[in-house]
């Protein structure tokens, strides 16, 4: 398991776009696959976006698509969630979350999936 810190939620207007960052410790971040998930309050964990741990491949939730990019940087063992066009539902606590990468295929949407998680960070879109 990797350690998980998020950061870059606020209070944006609706239109406008923040950046999160997940910071990973360890040195073999290059071998998980990395998602973000988001809850709302009263509502279920849902995912937004996961990427491969070669980074050669995404899944976006239908409504996130066009409007949200996820990106990593070995590097710096860093994952990041774009997001631009924010709309007011997309207000909930957003969560970095990883597993050890398998094979060539796309990263798994599913909470289950995933045994690491940050604590969150809250974005919060006005109308």
């Known amino acids: 398991q990797v350690q998980l810190v998020e950061s870059g939620g606020g209070l944006v207007q609706a239109g406008g776009s923040l950046r999160l960052s997940c910071a990973a410790s360890?040195?073999?971040?290059?071998?998980?696959?990395m998602a973000w998930f988001r809850q709302a309050p009263g509502k279920e964990r849902q995912f937004v976006a996961a990427?491969?741990?070669?980074?050669?491949?995404?899944r976006y939730a239908d409504s996130v698509k066009g409007r949200f990019t996820i990106s990593r940087d070995n590097a710096k063992n860093t994952v990041y969630l774009q997001m631009n066009s924010l709309k007011p539902e997309d207000t909930a606590v957003y969560y970095c979350?990883?597993?050890?990468?398998?094979?060539?295929?796309?990263?798994?949407?599913?909470?289950?999936?995933?045994?690491?998680w940050g604590q969150g960070t809250q974005v919060t879109v006005s109308s």
């Open positions: 990427i491969k741990w070669s980074g050669g491949s995404t």
């Open positions: 360890g040195r073999t971040f290059s071998a998980y696959d």
């Open positions: 979350a990883a597993v050890r990468g398998t094979g060539w295929g796309y990263p798994r949407t599913d909470v289950a999936s995933y045994d690491s």
